[in-house]
T-cell receptor, first 111, second 115 residues
């Protein structure tokens, strides 16, 4: 399974943008970059995914480096409800169905 | 509520006892997954069903663990002769996998404590 590296923790203030980085230097051409987050005492939830181009949805934006060796999840205006552990996961098209979670980044949002 | 549901939410058992957990996926989802999560770690994949067929099993799934999904609907995960190391949160997820990636929708989990 392709490996990702994320900082253990990050801190942000409410209503400010948050940029959560992920390194995936061994990514292959058929690997999609997925982000999930896990709020306290809940199961993980899907946030966004992409292959090469930047992606936006109602929850977040995903910026993918041109060489695809890194990506950044962007929360445009953090709220207290965004405090969670954020996981960056690579999924291979046509590969295993399983999600391979690392330890993720614990995001703290200060009021 | 049409999300993934899991029962029970909490289970305390003594070492050596058998336990069974149930997962009800989102009704039209054909894929169902079990994961295990210990404190401070991300979830670890255990097994995956497409309809009633169990298609992938992790090496973490020892012979004390068995999972079923009769008729491709709900699923059960049984742990026989529980050990203290089995204490964890057991998460179920489901997805609609037709082509490409189906995002996985997770339930709230069953927290198992083995004393």
């Amino acid at each position: 399974d392709a490996k990702t590296t994320q900082p253990n923790s990050m801190e942000s203030n409410e209503e400010e943008p948050v940029h959560l980085p992920c390194n995936h230097s061994t990514i292959s051409g058929t690997d999609y970059i997925h982000w999930y987050r896990q709020l306290p005492s809940q199961g993980p939830e899907y946030v966004i995914h992409g292959l090469t181009s930047n992606v936006n949805n109602r929850m977040a934006s995903l910026a993918i480096a041109e060489d695809r060796k890194s990506s950044t999840l962007i929360l445009h205006r953090a709220t207290l409800r965004d405090a969670a552990v954020y996981y960056c996961i690579l999924r291979t098209q046509g590969g295993s169905e399983k999600l391979v979670f690392g330890k993720g980044t614990k995001l703290t949002v200060n009021p | 509520d049409t999300g993934v549901s899991q029962n029970p939410r909490h289970k305390i058992t003594k070492r050596g006892q058998n336990v069974t957990f149930r997962c009800d996926p989102i009704s039209e989802h054909n894929r169902l997954y079990w994961y295990r999560q210990t404190l401070g770690q991300g979830p670890e994949f255990l097994t995956y069903f497409q309809n009633e067929a169990q298609l992938e099993k992790s090496r973490l799934l020892s012979d004390r663990f068995s999972a079923e999904r009769p008729k491709g609907s709900f699923s059960t995960l049984e742990i026989q002769r529980t050990e203290q190391g089995d204490s964890a949160m057991y998460l179920c997820a489901s997805s609609l996998g037709d082509r490409g990636f189906g995002e996985q929708y997770f339930g709230p989990g069953t927290r198992l404590t083995v004393t």
